[in-house]
């Protein structure tokens, strides 16, 4: 599908989960679609958010958040999120960074037990974690909700017009979290660096990590993380980044931001020109681009 045909999938007050870490892997090119098609009040379901979270944030379109963490990292808070918190009374559900809840959403579970939170004041702090008694040893423990969504979108290297998606066999961190992203939600859209033939699919089984009978849409987008870094493909654009964090510091400058690179294009192929030159961007390349 094109981006704006993806993006029919999610409705305003959906729950979604976003792929990708900080500043890694975020399926930027769906999340500004989304800004422009005005999708709001939106529910972000997350573990380790960044750049994803606060755009969103700032363009006004997040009425809940339920995540580990909301940062950029090197580049220091994420700075429409916390405003948003302080002085717009933005919901936050503030859970520690337990992956084991995507896992339980993945597998279907009702909940997942967990034993690392007594004795912390997050037991005190949440209304959504019950305290259960183990049929088989007594033993007390803390049932955490699992993490399902309505809809997971997450960035992949590679996938077919079928909806096949393809990783590399030596996988990251923020790899192994969108696989269970993948299986958290009722919809999935994908949007990915290259579409390859099926044949390719065939030769190389192995690299099939999501199949296409999970995939609700395939979006074809390179660079489809900017600003943002993408595993074996680019590193983050610090220039851009560094605009951006400084655009967030107000409103007034982060609405000037919204105007140029989400609401003054109309796709992808647009908001690459106007990030460009070309040049430029292919000196955020990673080697192993080449050997993929």
């Known amino acids: 599908m094109t981006t704006q045909e993806a993006c029919k999938l999610v409705k305003s007050g959906n729950s979604v ?9 975020h399926p930027m090119v769906v999340i500004r679609e989304l800004i422009r098609q005005k999708i709001n009040d939106l529910h972000v379901v997350g573990f380790a958010n960044g750049l994803d979270l606060d755009i969103l944030v700032g363009a006004g379109c997040v009425k809940k958040v339920s995540s580990a963490y909301i940062g950029l990292e090197v580049f220091g808070l994420a700075p429409n999120f916390r405003r948003a918190v302080e002085k717009e009374g933005l919901e936050v559900v503030d ?8 896992v339980a959403a993945a597998w279907g579970m009702p909940f997942v037990p967990n034993l690392d ?14 305290i259960g008694t183990s049929p088989l040893s007594g033993e007390k423990y803390a049932a955490l909700p699992p993490a399902h969504a309505d809809v997971a979108i997450i960035h992949a290297p590679m996938g077919d017009k079928y909806g096949n998606i393809l990783y590399k066999q030596r996988k ?3 790899t192994e979290e ?21 044949k390719y699919v065939r030769r190389n089984p192995h690299m099939n990590m999501i199949p ?17 870094a993408f ?11 560094e605009q951006y964090v400084e655009a967030a510091k107000t409103p007034e400058t982060f609405k000037n931001y919204l105007a140029k690179y989400v609401y003054g294009v109309k796709d992808h192929d647009e908001y690459l020109n106007e990030v ?14 080449f050997f993929l």
């Open 117 to 130: 939170l007594f004795g912390t004041d997050t037991l005190n702090r949440h209304k959504e974690i019950k």
């Open 178 to 198: 969108d696989l269970w992203f993948s299986r958290c939600a009722d919809k999935l859209i994908v949007s990915v660096e290259r579409i390859v033939d099926h």
């Open 172 to 174: 990251l961190m923020t």
């Open 231 to 241: 595993d074996y493909f680019y590193d983050y654009d610090r220039p851009h980044l």
């Open 17 to 25: 989960i976003f792929g990708g870490n900080a500043l890694r892997a």
């Open 95 to 102: 859970y520690p960074e337990i992956i084991e809840r995507f």
């Open 212 to 228: 296409h009978y999970r995939t609700d849409a395939v979006v074809w987008a390179p660079y489809g993380s900017h600003p943002g």
């Open 276 to 289: 460009g030159p070309v040049m430029r961007l292919l000196q955020l390349q990673n080697a192993e681009v």
